[in-house]
């Protein structure tokens, strides 16, 4: 039986525990969160990086690891993460559960107070951070930002909504960018390090065995330090209905590669998580490009060979949705037509049973998937807090369950394409 509750533990300071006996580990988690700006995405995102280096009782990473060790073999790694247009870091940590320890010895006490020590108490140098070790993690974070232009398929993503969401927090990446990277000091890690202390919202979580009056105990004697502050608000996210403009933004990017990115991005009319017509959202997504039963993979990538991938996701917090397809460079225009071709076959309400019935127990089969794992059910249920939501992935499946063909078309209706991105080869 799995149990869950939230509590406000302290103002602005909240825990999400998750009471199960399913799993030998517990996880145990703790996130700041703040809005993503680009002037400071790239500073926040190297706090954790910075402070898992080593804290004033345990000052380097083999000291840290030497705990762990202790602890069963525990991991307690930095996290940036984005939800909607919050910007999400702090450290998500799992251990050897309770009810499995020898003799008893309880795990969740140590590791609680090593992560309010991460958090809470970092080595210092002349009332800072260590200055290798800012420069160490600066560099690797610089280095984590250009990596990812290795990966195309998500480098062509990241490009749609960096042009599609300009001047919206949502274009901004959750690293930030490399220029800025580089550009970090010392003293402006250190003052974004206290400026996060003060005023991002804080967002505890926990999944084990242990009652949550315990973890709630635990979690408030290791986050005794945070300072009492009245400014810990949630971020919002900002959700347009459509892009304003009578035609779709093109942007074209010529790299060496050997196969083009066809992304094309679309707002959903204003629906989000927090919205009535969600879970329709939800069935819509899985028709039309979602699953691998869907239309953009059965037709324009099986059927028709025009793409060597091709497939849709939802951020469900902003209420836009990307398609992602691998295509040859002379297949541009054949392929974009027949992505906004099957948009148009789902308006038109043509979607067999089988595909309604596909797309339903796809979507309810990924949320009972999320119980199953416990990494997947602490990042569910950090996105849905961001988004100031409460329900859970049964609730969610319940609603999944009652949508019908009608719901889709008037979902579906509602979407509208935004901006294309095409990354292509270089002309000889």
């Known amino acids: 039986m799995t149990h869950m509750t939230r509590k406000e533990l302290r103002p602005g300071v909240y825990l999400t525990a998750v009471q199960t006996h399913k799993f030998k580990s517990a996880v145990l988690s703790a996130t700041l969160l703040t809005p993503l700006t680009r002037e400071r995405a790239s500073v926040n995102a190297l706090v954790p990086y910075v402070l898992r280096r080593g804290t004033e009782q345990h000052p380097d990473m083999e000291a840290i690891s030497a705990v762990l060790d202790d602890l069963y073999g525990g991991s307690l790694e930095p996290m940036v993460r984005k939800k909607g247009e919050t910007q999400c870091v702090g450290f998500v940590g799992s251990f050897l559960d309770d009810a499995y320890t020898l003799n008893k010895e309880p795990v969740l006490e140590p590791a609680a107070r090593l992560l309010g020590d991460l958090f809470l108490r970092p080595l210092t140098v002349e009332n800072g951070f260590a200055p290798d070790y800012v420069k160490r993690e600066r560099d690797n974070l610089a280095d984590r930002i250009r990596a990812q232009m290795n990966e195309k398929r998500q480098y062509s993503v ?10 919206e927090a949502y274009g901004v990446d959750r690293y930030g960018d490399e220029e800025s990277a580089r ?3 010392g003293e402006s890690l250190w003052s974004a390090y206290q400026n996060l202390l003060n005023t991002a919202r804080v967002e505890l979580y926990y999944c084990g065995s242990a009652e949550p009056e315990r973890v709630a105990a635990a979690l408030l004697t290791a986050f005794s330090a945070l300072p ?3 400014a810990r608000t949630a971020p919002d996210c900002s959700v347009k209905a459509n892009s304003g403009r009578a035609e779709p933004k093109m942007v074209e990017e010529a790299m060496d590669v050997t196969q083009g990115k066809l992304a094309m991005g679309f707002r959903t009319g204003g629906i989000a998580v927090q919205s009535a017509d969600y879970p329709a959202l939800l069935v819509f997504n899985a028709v039309y490009g979602g699953t691998t039963t869907s239309k953009l993979f059965m037709n324009v990538r099986e059927k028709l060979s025009l793409c060597y991938f091709a497939s849709s996701m939802l951020e469900k917090a902003k209420g836009v949705m990307l398609v992602s397809s691998g295509i040859e460079f002379d297949k541009y225009e054949q392929a974009r ?3 906004m071709a099957q948009l148009e076959a789902v308006r038109r309400g043509e979607v067999e049973d089988w595909e309604l019935v596909g797309a339903v127990r796809s979507i309810v089969s990924a949320l ?5 794992s416990q990494g997947r059910l602490e990042d569910y249920w950090l996105g849905q807090v961001t988004a100031g939501q409460t329900e859970t992935p049964e609730e ?8 019908t063909l009608e719901n889709v078309v008037a979902v579906a209706k509602q979407v509208e394409l935004d901006t294309i991105y095409f990354l292509k080869g270089q002309e000889d």
């Open 337 to 339: 037509n027949e992505i």
């Open 228 to 230: 009492e502050t009245g």
């Open 183 to 185: 550009a970090i000091t």
């Open 396 to 403: 969610l499946c319940a609603r999944v369950e009652t949508v």
């Open 368 to 372: 009972i998937a999320t119980q199953d």
């Open 158 to 167: 990241q490009r749609l909504v960096q042009t599609m969401c300009q001047g």
